[in-house]
């Protein structure tokens, strides 16, 4: 496979779903491999089985890759050739490979990828959000707290944001978006090349709705896709709507506490800094 006396590091990648998505160069040099390095290889043995392949496997994950770096590289010198794959898509995107293709890259080791399935450039290209710019933040943070901090770092970008997310957390990252981000058009690609491949749009709150009405749809896996933020003028729009939404609510009796509450539900953002702005328009402000 390598015409140097040293072998090359294969970044491999394989399919999310459709086993007849794998390219026949990617089946080639699984074939060819003198070893294969997976990050489960009990499950990327089902995809040699189904290629008819037998092939030297070892593992390679987030606990084991920097003491594999080493193994690795002497399998290199030694003029063997080696394929790095993950359990699907391609390594390294929210997968294990960073250590290893880093480290082997600065030993001088030659690196080449092999391009193929990626969950999220799979969703992007089917949901109808802009991708001339867009930012991959790969998984939000599990507990509520940190992961509305870092939506609200967000809010303010104006390209598309992707992220993955799983099937048990799903709900509480629709639910923190609708809180941060208001209702900004969502779009969610879940089980993609799979059998049940489906595509939700709509705000956060509605596909909130749309699992409580049919729970199916909080399952597999999924690519999250949110709209940026909308251009300036449409924000001053919002603020002003806001604004007299807050008014309306004080000048009703509604307590600070309970109108910021009010707004942040049903035009996103966090309570406290609804309840700031609610406070100075209850000053005359």
């Known amino acids: 496979m390598s015409d ?3 072998g090359s590091l294969y970044v491999v990648a394989t399919p999310i779903g459709n086993l007849d ?11 060819e491999a003198a070893v294969i390095a997976a990050e489960d290889t009990r499950h990327s043995a089902r995809l040699l089985r189904h290629l008819g392949l037998e092939r030297p496997m070892l593992s390679l994950h987030e606990h084991n890759e920097a003491a594999r770096v080493a193994q690795l590289a002497e399998r290199l010198v030694a003029g063997d050739d080696v394929v790095l794959i993950s359990d699907a898509g391609t390594p390294l995107i929210c997968d294990p490979g960073f250590v290893l293709v880093r480290e082997l890259r ?3 080791h030659r690196i080449v990828p092999v391009p193929g399935p990626c969950a999220l450039v799979a969703g992007l290209c089917a949901a109808g959000l802009p991708t001339d710019r867009f930012t991959f933040i790969g998984f939000l ?3 509520s707290a940190a992961r509305r901090s870092r939506l609200e ?5 104006d390209e598309t944001l992707v992220c993955y997310e ?3 957390r799903i709900r509480d990252t629709l639910d923190d978006i609708v809180s941060v981000l208001g209702e900004r058009r969502v779009v969610l690609a879940r ?5 049940f491949e489906t595509f939700l749009d709509g705000s956060a709150a509605a596909l909130l709705a749309r699992m409580q009405e049919d729970p199916d749809q909080a399952r597999g896996e999924f690519v999250v896709m949110i709209a940026g933020a909308p251009p300036k003028e449409e924000h001053e729009q919002t603020t002003l709507e806001a604004d007299q939404l807050l008014a309306a609510a004080l000048a009703e009796g509604v307590g600070v ?3 910021a509450a009010l707004a942040a539900r049903l035009l996103g953002g966090t309570k406290k800094s609804w309840y700031a702005r609610a406070q100075t328009l209850k000053d005359g402000g």
């Open 4 to 6: 140097s006396a040293y």
């Open 166 to 168: 799983s099937p048990h």
């Open 153 to 157: 770092g967000l809010a303010a970008r």
């Open 191 to 195: 089980e993609l090349t799979k059998t």
């Open 141 to 143: 943070p599990a507990k």
């Open 106 to 108: 600065h030993a001088g």
């Open 257 to 259: 506490k309970q109108a």
């Open 21 to 31: 998505d794998l390219s026949p160069r990617a089946a080639r040099l699984l074939g």
